[in-house]
């Protein structure tokens, strides 16, 4: 299941860096634009991550902070603001925050903290371990011999679709329509993750079955 990002941010241009940036990672999202949106589209689905503007047309979320954490315990909120004073971020992370970015923000620091957090939030999950790969389900993380590897999102997913039903073939439509949910996807998409995520933790993790699709190896680290 694909990470759900809320942004709630005023500024057209900053929501629309940051959507470029969630798309590169395959996060899925909405975006608010003021407190009553806010409020609203909280209180009608879920959502992973709410990356969260502070200074709004109608108010300040700073006082709506403490309400989204008691009301979402399992949404991480990662403050977004030009409010930069060191009271600020203290009373920030004080009120429920998990993180705080100030402007102006490089887009990857904030991909970066929403994948950190993802990590901290992890909790008594299975892991998956095949050698000297591990894949940590709940939190997004690859290790390979102790050390991260960087997947993006759908990269990711993959991995875990595949690793979670090892030596079963998945055809590449049932991997679009389990990972994308969208039938506009074409299977090439597959192929191109798929070499990608070879390139990051070695090729023999993950076979071809010709004219069909593909399969986790449990003897990735043996080549077989």
Do not use: C
């Amino acid at each position: 299941m694909a990470i759900k990002v809320l942004i709630a941010e005023d500024d057209e241009d900053i929501r629309d860096v940051l959507k470029r940036f969630l798309e590169v990672e395959g996060f899925e999202y909405k975006e608010v634009k003021d407190l009553f949106e806010l409020r609203k589209k909280l209180s009608e689905e879920a959502f992973d991550v709410v990356l969260l503007d502070l200074m709004f047309p109608d108010g300040t979320a700073m006082e709506d902070l403490p309400y989204i954490k008691a009301s979402h315990p399992e949404t991480a909120i990662i403050v977004i603001s030009a409010r930069d004073k060191d009271i600020d971020r203290i009373s920030g992370i004080e009120l429920g925050a998990d993180d705080y970015v100030t402007k102006p923000f490089n887009p990857r620091e904030v991909i970066a903290r929403i994948k950190a957090v993802l990590r901290r939030m992890g909790k008594g999950q299975k892991v998956l371990r095949f050698g000297r790969l591990e894949i940590y389900p709940e939190d997004y993380v690859v290790k390979y011999d102790g050390k991260n590897v960087e997947l993006t999102a759908k990269e990711f997913e993959i991995l875990r679709l595949l690793a979670s039903s090892p030596n079963r073939i998945f055809t590449r439509q049932e991997i679009v329509e389990k990972i994308w949910k969208d039938e506009y996807t074409v299977d090439r998409v597959v192929d191109v993750h798929i070499s990608s995520i070879r390139a990051k933790i070695g090729k023999d993790w993950i076979k071809t079955i010709r004219g069909i699709g593909y399969k986790f190896s449990t003897k990735g680290d043996s080549g077989v």
